[in-house]
RNA sequence: UCCUCGGUAGCUCAAUGGUAGAGCAUGCGGCUGUUAACCGCAGGGUUGUAGGUUCGAGUCCUACCCGGGGAGCCA
């Protein structure tokens, strides 16, 4: 039997007959001619079938095909400019592996709530598809740098026994009899790991029991993040910044024809992301808000509409360090320059796409981590392994966490976070 | 939890308090280079639920249900 050809290599197989399988994307019908746009999962063929050049019977079957059947075509390739990608095949045979009958998502407008009601279809669709192939390199670009860069992989624990960070956002579980929560971060078991292994990392699910109902927010998204013994908070953020920068290069380097194309990116805006990012205190950042008549407060965290206002004069990611203490995790060291203040940084990403990371330089001291966890009223029996990381052999450490989501969407240019996974979970949102 | 907008055909949306409509999808027919093809015909409705006002309610009022957008919180 002859070999399938995958419609990417199409352009290899020039005047000769080929076999290709896939989904009918579209189809045209005329009296004596018919277009079906065939699609692959790595790209769209357009077939041509004539009628007198094949037998009536097939001519009839292959007007009589539908939107997303399945199908094995053979035919002979050539090159045509009047096809979308170029090359058109000349159909010589066609066999229905499954067929489809009133493919719900039409070749029209529909509401956001439909088509994520029908996800698990909507992926095939080119924007979609479009999105995950720059998930994929977006994820692909992240375990490349922190391998080069000599971190280990440590992956964290899912069900954890308490909040890393102490907040009522955690989607409690029935655990034998006792009750488990779902990580909401990585964060306390790569600190740990950092004791081990000096760099390391950990990437997979998170989970936050918000009931958010914003653009930026998922009960279940991905975090990658960094732990790095000995690093203080401008190690921290110029590897972040390497970090961010590679990310973007990787992407415009693979993904740039999806990007302009599909996505409809301004490019040059992904261009501009080059280290040093721009970087402000928190001190500095309220002075700024205040000066362009923001009623902001000392003391706060920033709104959404705080963060757009003070990326909005930067062509590139904006560091914000310095926070008070009391806005941030019970962990973070305190600025030896000013008690009110932690070590601590955000990234906020430009054009009002806002934080996507948080990170910091954390506490190495005992009796301040015991006292801040009591401050925070949270259970001292949960932490006795955490610290321990302070009993044996503490050490000056820091780290921060990437959202992969928030990066995506960044990236894409897109309005929400929700089409950068592939099956989103939100507060009305399960299924599928 | 709060603010705000909405729920009418499979989908996207119309419809001064007066016979519930269009485009797409579906079915049938037409068309030899289509690019979300185009042209013609046809089928398709308990207007989110319950009550109320009215001669008459998709439209006005009340309550409830469901959802979108935003805020707070965060990545």
Same mark, same amino acid.
């Given at each position: ?23 009918? $994307?579209?189809? !045209? ?15 769209? /063929?357009?077939?041509?079938? =004539? ?26 390739? !050539? ?22 009958? %009133? +493919? ?7 509401? *956001? ?12 669709? #080119? ?39 102490? *907040?009522? *956002? /955690?989607?409690?579980? %029935? +655990?034998?009899? %006792? ?25 997979? &699910? ?35 910044? !390497?970090?961010?920068?590679?990310? =973007?290069?990787?992407? /415009?380097?693979? #993904? ?9 990116? %301004? ?8 280290? &040093?990012? &721009? ?43 310095? +926070? ?6 019970? $962990? ?7 008690? #009110? ?26 009796? +301040? ?8 009223? /949270? ?6 392994? $955490?610290?321990?990381?302070? #009993? ?15 990066? =995506? ?14 099956? &989103? ?8």
């Amino acid at each position: 039997m002859q070999p399938q050809v995958w419609i990417e290599e199409i352009g290899r197989h020039d005047g000769e007959t080929a076999l290709v399988r896939g989904w009918v $994307y579209h189809l !045209r019908t005329m009296k004596k001619l018919a277009f079906v746009v065939l699609r692959d999962g790595t790209g769209l /063929l357009q077939v041509v079938a =004539v009628k007198g050049e094949i037998d009536d019977e097939l001519f009839e079957r292959v007007c009589d095909l539908t939107q997303e059947s399945c199908v094995e075509i053979t035919g002979t390739v !050539r090159e045509d400019r009047r096809a979308p990608g170029g090359y058109e095949m000349q159909l010589q045979s066609l066999k229905v592996i499954g067929e489809s009958h %009133d +493919y719900p998502i039409t070749p029209k407008e529909h509401g *956001t709530t439909f088509l994520m009601d029908h996800r698990h279809l909507w992926l095939r669709s #080119r924007k979609q598809h479009a999105l995950m192939k720059l998930r994929h390199t977006v994820v692909a670009a992240i375990r490349d740098f922190l391998d080069r860069e000599g971190f280990t992989l440590v992956d964290a624990p899912i069900f954890t026994p308490s909040a890393c960070e102490g *907040t009522s *956002t /955690l989607f409690e579980t %029935d +655990y034998f009899g %006792d009750k488990a929560y779902l990580t909401q971060s990585g964060q306390l078991y790569m600190e740990a790991a950092a004791a081990a292994f000096g760099k390391a990392y950990c990437f997979g &699910p998170t989970f936050r029991a918000e009931k958010s109902k914003t653009r930026r927010h998922l009960t279940e998204f991905w975090m990658v993040e960094p732990e790095v013994a000995f690093a203080d908070l401008d190690d921290i953020m110029e590897l972040e910044e !390497r970090f961010v920068s590679s990310i =973007v290069e990787r992407v /415009l380097e693979e #993904r740039r024809d999806l990007l302009e194309n599909v996505l409809e990116r %301004d490019i040059s805006r992904l261009e501009a992301v080059q280290a &040093p990012f &721009p970087r402000l205190s928190y001190d500095e950042a309220v002075k700024k808000l205040n000066d362009g008549g923001f009623a902001f407060e000392w003391g706060g965290d920033f709104g959404a509409a705080d963060e757009t206002f003070l990326s909005e004069e930067y062509d590139r990611p904006l560091f914000v360090h310095r +926070y008070p203490a009391e806005v941030k995790a019970f $962990y973070m060291e305190r600025d030896p320059q000013d008690a #009110r203040l932690s070590l601590s940084v955000d990234l906020l990403a430009p054009e009002g796409y806002g934080e996507i990371i948080g990170g910091g330089q954390r506490s190495a001291d005992l009796d +301040y981590l015991l006292e801040q966890i009591e401050r925070h009223q /949270l259970p001292q029996e949960a932490f006795q392994w $955490y610290l321990d990381l302070r #009993r044996y052999g503490t050490f000056p450490h820091g780290g921060f966490g990437l959202g992969l989501e928030r990066m =995506v969407t960044y990236l894409a240019g897109i309005a929400h976070l929700r089409e950068a996974i592939p099956f &989103p979970r939100q507060i009305h949102r399960l299924a599928p």
